[in-house]
C-alpha cells in the first residue's frame, strides 16, 4: 500500500473529524437557542452587522448564495431575521435581525464560554487556540486562492 494513502498520515482526514466533532460538541448549546450550526454563523455575522446583503454574508462565510438563501428563509420563518429588496438596488436583498434575533445575542454569549470549557477540559486553552488562527487562516486563504485561480495553485 502506498503510504500517502494510509489514512492516519491524511491531514485532511483530522481537519475533518475535528469539524464534525465540534459541531456535535455545539448542538447542545445551540438547540437551548432553537438553532442550528449554520444558522448560529449567521446570527454571528449580523450580530457584528445588521443590516447586510446576502452576497455579503454568503462571501463572509465563504459560502454560496444559494447555500445561505436557504438558512436566511428558515431563520425568517422563525422571526430571526427579515429579508427586504434594497431602496437603492431592488436587486439587492439586505437581512436585518428582528427584536428577537437581537435579544438572542445576550443568551448566545455563554455558547462560546461553555465551548471554551469543553476545549479546556481536551488540554487546549485559549492562548492554545489563539496560536492556531494564524496558521488555519493562512491555510483558508491559499486553499482559498487556488480554488479561485487553479493555474496558480497555492
Not at 116 to 140: H, N, Q, W
Not at 141 to 151: K, R, V
Request: glycine fraction near 6%.
Amino acid at each position: 500500500m502506498y503510504e500517502q494513502l494510509r489514512l492516519r498520515n491524511q491531514l485532511c482526514f483530522r481537519f475533518y473529524t475535528v469539524s464534525r466533532l465540534i459541531t456535535q460538541t455545539y448542538r447542545p448549546f445551540l438547540e437551548r437557542l432553537g438553532l442550528t450550526y449554520p444558522q448560529y454563523l449567521v446570527m454571528m455575522v449580523l450580530w457584528e452587522q445588521d443590516g447586510q446583503p446576502v452576497n455579503d454574508i454568503a462571501k463572509t462565510l465563504m459560502l454560496e448564495t444559494n447555500t445561505v438563501t436557504p438558512l436566511l428563509k428558515r431563520m425568517e420563518e422563525d422571526g430571526l431575521v427579515t429579508r427586504r429588496r434594497g431602496e437603492k438596488d431592488a436587486r439587492q436583498v439586505l437581512v436585518h435581525l428582528t427584536d428577537k434575533g437581537r435579544k438572542m445575542e445576550a443568551e448566545a454569549a455563554v455558547v462560546p464560554i461553555g465551548m471554551g470549557e469543553r476545549f479546556t477540559c481536551c488540554d487546549v486553552s485559549p492562548e492554545k487556540a489563539a496560536e492556531l488562527y494564524p496558521i488555519l487562516d493562512s491555510m483558508i486563504s491559499a486553499l482559498q486562492s487556488g480554488l479561485e485561480n487553479p493555474s496558480q495553485g497555492c
